[in-house]
């Protein structure tokens, strides 16, 4: 059986799992550009009044004392636009592609409202263990 879909281009790229702090600070191990595809989590910290936008950040930038944001656009992508349950306060995972740096602008391909406290706390342990598999500090095991 064969079946065709129409899959958006921008699911065919790999994503990077990223922090903010790693998409805003100069200096970061990730060199990420225009173009890329990034998956992001982190607390909304404000909604554009036409629900189109909004601007993150992340536990991460905050430990630092960074108090830096990414801009996601594109977050009326949904059939009924931006979840109503995605405010202020709520955290996310959004998933898109890089539009700009400076400063830094994701177009969302996809973004869900996480609801679940363990998904939040993983989060930072994910994003190490990503970064430690990309520098070859991690390995699969191979079979016997």
Known sequence: MSASANVEESFLKPFTKASV???TRTGSDLKLKP???VWLQGDVVSVS???TSIKM???ISRDNELDQYV???NCDIGPRGLASSIMTGS???VLGEIQGV???EVKASKIVHIKDEGLKLAWPIELQEFKRLA???LAFPTAQ
Request: a negative charge.
């Open 91 to 93: 955290y996310c995972q």
């Open 57 to 59: 950040t992340d536990d």
């Open 49 to 51: 009044s036409d629900r």
């Open 102 to 104: 400076y400063p830094v």
């Open 21 to 23: 702090q790693d998409l």
């Open 135 to 137: 520098n070859g500090e």
């Open 71 to 73: 801009t996601v656009t």
């Open 35 to 37: 173009t890329e595809m």
